[in-house]
């Protein structure tokens, strides 16, 4: 089965570092394309970023540069999305996503990890 | 960047009646558009890709149409299952982005 697995839940304090995963399984994971997006309590969804594991290519949306670093570790079949400071603003889900197609980003979203709840709060 | 738009913020509808949900790009994205539906608490679900084609084990009562900045979801008739938020995204350039999305309620 084709899955993308993320853990359950954060809870940081403003200031601190996070690192969270999304691991893929069931496919060849360095031939997908990853997508991270942002869903804000009671809001949207938002394209933060995606990456290519096979080379570590990485695209980020305007609004997420520079605030978020997206990496892959093809050799555990796992992207990350990272904060080197949180603020209580990053509260919020965070889902990975995986194209239906190998090799291109450009393609219709239909694998979804069931995301990672992040809460920063003092 | 392309700005999408939805139509209506809300639709309430009865179960078994017809919904149409718009989705208006500020730009051409040709038909590099896709649907996503996300209930309570879940992630986002593709329903339909590339602007009319269903995804894998997607319902005949979900369609979409349009091309250039004018697109449209229709689901014939409301099942109590598909109550839930719409979002439309683009995949013609990089940043991808979604619209502000739809909810379907029941009335």
């Known amino acids: 089965e084709v899955q993308l697995v993320q853990y359950g839940a954060e809870v940081k304090k403003p200031g601190e570092f996070l690192k969270i995963s999304c691991k893929g399984s069931?496919?060849?994971?360095?031939?997908?394309?990853i997508g991270w997006v942002r869903q804000m309590p009671g809001k949207g969804l938002e394209w933060m970023g995606i990456?290519?594991?096979?080379?570590?290519?990485?695209r980020y949306s305007p609004s997420f540069q520079g605030q978020v670093t997206i990496s892959a570790d093809k050799s555990i079949s796992t992207a990350y999305l990272q904060w080197s400071s949180l603020k209580a603003s990053d509260t919020a889900m965070y889902y990975c996503?995986?194209?239906?197609?190998?090799?291109?980003?450009?393609?219709?979203?239909?694998?979804w990890g069931q995301g990672t709840m992040v809460t920063v709060s003092s | 960047e392309i700005v999408l738009t939805q139509s209506p913020a809300t639709l309430s509808l009865s179960p078994g009646e017809r919904a149409t949900l718009s989705c208006r790009a500020s730009?051409?994205?040709?038909?590099?558009l896709a649907w996503y539906q996300q209930k309570p608490g879940q992630a986002p679900s593709l329903l339909i890709y590339d602007a009319s084609n269903r995804a894998t084990g997607i319902p005949a009562r979900f369609s979409g149409s349009g091309s250039g900045t004018d697109f449209t979801l229709t689901i014939s008739s409301l099942e109590p299952e598909d109550f839930a938020d719409y979002y439309c995204q683009h995949r013609s350039n990089w940043p991808f982005t979604f619209g502000p999305g739809t909810k379907v309620d029941i009335k």
């Open positions: 996503a995986r194209p239906g197609s190998a090799g291109t980003y450009r393609d219709g979203f239909d694998i």
């Open positions: 069931g496919y060849s994971f360095t031939s997908y394309w």
């Open positions: 990456i290519y594991p096979g080379d570590s290519d990485t």
């Open positions: 730009q051409s994205v040709s038909r590099y």
